[in-house]
């Protein structure tokens, strides 16, 4: 088992240009979290899935969109990025809220 | 008040000593509390559960305090290894949304 696995690892864009973080879990996980990790802050909660076909904000999802098309696969995307979207960004997966597993993150910078 | 408070540190302490971290939460009826652990530049892991019973795992104890609305780790005989941030988590009302405090910082040298 891969676990969450996050692509792409690392990407720089500029600001205004657009791009999607993909996150893939194979434990059959009903849940599924985007997350962004800034220096000094706690793990902030963009948005989440209860499962296939339904996602719901968190707490920082302004400039952010995210899709579930599929159970195991959980897309964040940036639109028109901006130099404050520059962070790392977890995915992670649970069984019915209880321990979340974490993709290895993606560093993102926007110029 | 913050959801959830952490102490960041940083905790600087020898091999061998023993060490404890609190971390408050502000809702009241969360039931279930966790301790993950993030090395630098890596994804938050899993430490441990924490039951209203505490839990014990060889050299870490996690407690909870409902009254106090806190929730502690202790590491006894401390590693190099165990150098990292730990993070608490307590539920958000209503279970699924989970909320991570920042992070305590914890440097064990020789």
């Known amino acids: 088992n891969a676990g969450v696995t996050q692509t792409p690892k690392f990407r720089v864009l500029k600001t205004g240009q657009s791009m999607t973080l993909l996150c893939a879990q194979d434990?059959?996980?009903?849940?599924m979290y985007w997350y962004r990790q800034d220096p000094g802050m706690g793990l902030r909660l963009i948005h989440y899935?209860?499962?296939?076909?339904?996602?719901a904000k968190g707490e920082v999802p302004d400039g952010y969109n995210v899709s579930r098309l599929k159970k195991q696969n959980f897309l964040l995307g940036l639109e028109s990025a901006a130099p404050s979207q520059t962070s790392v960004y977890f995915c992670?997966?649970?069984?019915?809220?209880?321990?979340?597993?974490f993709g290895p993150g993606t560093r993102l910078t926007v110029l | 008040r913050k959801e959830v408070e952490q102490d960041p540190g940083p905790f600087n302490v020898p091999e061998g000593a023993t060490v404890a971290f609190n971390c408050t939460y502000s809702?009241?009826?969360?039931?279930?509390f966790f301790w993950y652990r993030q090395d630098c530049r890596k994804e938050p892991k899993l430490l441990m559960s924490?039951?209203?019973s505490g839990n014990e795992d060889g050299r870490f104890t996690a407690q909870l305090n409902r009254a106090s609305q806190y929730i502690s780790l202790l590491i006894r005989d401390s590693k190099l290894s165990d150098s990292a941030t730990y993070l608490c988590?307590?539920?958000?009302?209503?279970?699924?949304?989970?909320?991570f405090g920042a992070g305590t910082r914890l440097f064990v040298k020789a």
């Open positions: 809702n009241s009826a969360s039931q279930s």
């Open positions: 992670a997966s649970s069984k019915l809220g209880n321990e979340q597993f």
């Open positions: 434990m059959n996980h009903e849940y």
């Open positions: 899935s209860v499962g296939e076909g339904t996602t």
């Open positions: 988590v307590a539920p958000r009302a209503g279970g699924f949304k989970t909320i």
């Open positions: 924490v039951y209203s």
